[in-house]
């Protein structure tokens, strides 16, 4: 856990900011692209609330059931649509029981009983009960779904999307370099696709492009019968580009073409370009975010990465998946981090907001979820409902 968690200061850098029981109700499609006229300016937000009942939903579930390869928390915090119901798709994951007095044991590795697994699924399905879904190791204990062959290394989630009766997954590979918890580098990312009945083991791995220093698979966006997939490089000064790559095909089995700086499609992963903002200046996003469409508009969900370890959620919006988007504009500062938040601990922090479009009712509303942790990993054990997601409702009104 602390070289995982560290490791986030690093990766996940200063980002900011993760329905009656919508989870058991899911509408599992995409929103559809729709249409308004052209003329007016990108929507507006009109409010932002915590959705409760949600965030209840994961805490009931991660807290009732006593099991080893039981999930009681995790990151990353993606979602996608399947036959069977909302599977969701989490990196790091806390597995086993949540004491009665809100504590877990320490990690398996640091002389507790906890699981630790680097990625995972928590499948909630139209109606029945969720469950966890992990791999197993020679031994038959919980284990990452996704694991690299060499020691050391290991897989985050990033974006998926439905694939047939199946899904895929992007996930990023990580490495240690030296001996200190910050210590880690990206390898490259690699496509996961599962099938519906068997989700506890990857049907295959395939490597992604990887070559010029892009992290893809932020973000996984399907229009008709193409794919954008938005990917990540790393700013020296914090927080990332954005940069944008579309397949045509089902499940990112085709040819990848990449935008390119003078707006076209490129079959060259080096000339993929930095997208752009106000001025034609490249923005800086958090390293998780999403890209979705409503009505005639993109919305960018990103965090504000100028200060370290903020917790403002931020909204830009864009004409095109590619851009240029508009300044971002905070919408929601999350209540649970820093010294003033829920927790009175100045450790505490969130991340990586995206949104989920398929729990949405329509075009005029966002529902996001952002993660919460520590940079004292100790505070996660103590109390372990600060490691989970957090979700919100954010509604818009189009501006004619």
Same mark, same amino acid.
């Given at each position: 856990?602390?070289?995982?968690?560290?490791?986030? &200061?690093?990766? $996940?850098?200063?980002?900011?900011? $993760?329905?009656?029981?919508?989870?058991?109700?899911?509408?599992?499609?995409?929103?559809?692209?729709?249409?308004?006229?052209?003329?007016?300016?990108?929507?507006?937000?009109?409010?932002?609330?915590?959705?409760?009942?949600?965030?209840?939903? %994961?805490?009931?579930?991660?807290?009732?059931?006593?099991?080893?390869?039981?999930?009681?928390?995790?990151?990353?915090?993606?979602?996608?649509?399947?036959?069977?119901?909302?599977?969701?798709?989490?990196?790091?994951? %806390?597995?086993?029981?949540?004491?009665?007095?809100?504590?877990?044991?320490?990690?398996?590795?640091?002389?507790?009983?906890?699981?630790?697994?680097?990625?995972?699924?928590?499948?909630?399905?139209?109606?029945?009960?969720?469950?966890?879904?992990?791999?197993?190791?020679?031994?038959?204990?919980?284990?990452?779904?996704?694991?690299?062959?060499?020691?050391?290394?290991?897989?985050?989630?990033?974006?998926?999307?439905?694939?047939?009766?199946?899904?895929?997954?992007?996930?990023?590979?990580?490495?240690?370099?030296?001996?200190?918890?910050?210590?880690?580098?990206?390898?490259?990312?690699?496509?996961?696709?599962?099938?519906?009945?068997?989700? =506890? &083991? *990857?049907?295959?791995?395939?490597?992604?492009? =990887?070559?010029?220093?892009?992290?893809?698979?932020?973000?996984?966006?399907?229009?008709?019968?193409?794919?954008?997939?938005?990917?990540?490089?790393?700013?020296?000064?914090?927080?990332?580009?954005?940069?944008?790559?579309?397949?045509?095909?089902?499940?990112?089995?085709?040819?990848?073409?990449?935008?390119?700086?003078?707006? =076209?499609?490129?079959?060259?992963?080096? $000339?993929?370009?930095?997208?752009?903002?106000?001025?034609?200046?490249?923005? &800086?996003?958090?390293?998780?975010?999403?890209?979705?469409?409503?009505?005639?508009?993109?919305?960018?969900?990103?965090?504000?990465?100028?200060?370290?370890?903020?917790?403002?959620?931020?909204?830009?919006?864009?004409?095109?998946?590619?851009?240029?988007?508009?300044?971002?504009?905070?919408?929601?500062?999350?209540?649970?981090?820093?010294?003033?938040?829920?927790?009175?601990?100045?450790?505490?922090?969130?991340?990586?907001?995206?949104?989920? *479009?398929?729990?949405?009712?329509?075009?005029?509303?966002?529902?996001?979820?952002?993660?919460?942790?520590?940079?004292?990993? $100790?505070?996660?054990?103590?109390?372990?409902?600060?490691?989970?997601?957090?979700?919100? &409702?954010?509604?818009?009104?189009?501006?004619?």
């Amino acid at each position: 856990m602390l070289i995982s968690w560290m490791a986030h &200061r690093t990766r $996940r850098r200063p980002v900011v900011s $993760r329905l009656p029981l919508v989870a058991a109700a899911v509408v599992c499609a995409f929103l559809p692209p729709g249409a308004v006229p052209d003329a007016g300016g990108p929507p507006e937000v009109v409010s932002a609330r915590p959705l409760t009942a949600l965030n209840e939903a %994961f805490g009931r579930y991660a807290d009732r059931v006593r099991d080893p390869g039981h999930w009681t928390g995790g990151d990353s915090t993606y979602s996608v649509p399947a036959s069977a119901g909302e599977l969701w798709v989490f990196s790091d994951t %806390f597995l086993g029981t949540v004491r009665p007095d809100g504590s877990r044991s320490p990690v398996t590795g640091e002389g507790g009983t906890t699981p630790f697994v680097h990625n995972s699924f928590v499948l909630w399905p139209g109606s029945g009960a969720p469950r966890t879904v992990t791999g197993r190791d020679g031994a038959g204990r919980p284990d990452a779904l996704v694991s690299p062959p060499e020691a050391g290394e290991w897989y985050w989630a990033r974006a998926g999307i439905p694939d047939g009766r199946g899904v895929v997954v992007v996930y990023a590979r990580y490495a240690r370099t030296g001996t200190g918890p910050l210590d880690i580098a990206w390898r490259g990312s690699v496509l996961a696709r599962f099938r519906e009945e068997r989700l =506890s &083991r *990857p049907d295959s791995v395939t490597a992604l492009p =990887s070559s010029a220093g892009i992290s893809w698979g932020a973000w996984l966006a399907r229009e008709g019968n193409r794919t954008y997939v938005y990917g990540t490089e790393a700013s020296p000064s914090g927080g990332s580009y954005l940069h944008l790559a579309r397949v045509d095909g089902p499940g990112l089995r085709g040819a990848w073409r990449y935008r390119a700086a003078d707006g =076209s499609w490129s079959g060259e992963e080096s $000339r993929a370009a930095r997208l752009t903002g106000p001025g034609g200046a490249a923005p &800086r996003v958090s390293d998780e975010l999403s890209v979705v469409r409503h009505g005639a508009w993109y919305a960018l969900v990103t965090q504000r990465t100028d200060q370290p370890f903020s917790a403002e959620l931020r909204l830009a919006w864009a004409r095109s998946p590619g851009g240029p988007f508009t300044a971002q504009r905070t919408v929601y500062t999350a209540p649970e981090a820093g010294p003033d938040g829920g927790y009175r601990n100045p450790n505490v922090l969130a991340y990586n907001p995206h949104e989920h *479009p398929e729990l949405e009712r329509g075009a005029d509303e966002l529902v996001v979820s952002y993660n919460v942790n520590s940079l004292v990993p $100790r505070d996660v054990i103590d109390r372990a409902g600060v490691y989970r997601p957090r979700f919100l &409702r954010i509604r818009v009104r189009t501006i004619r």
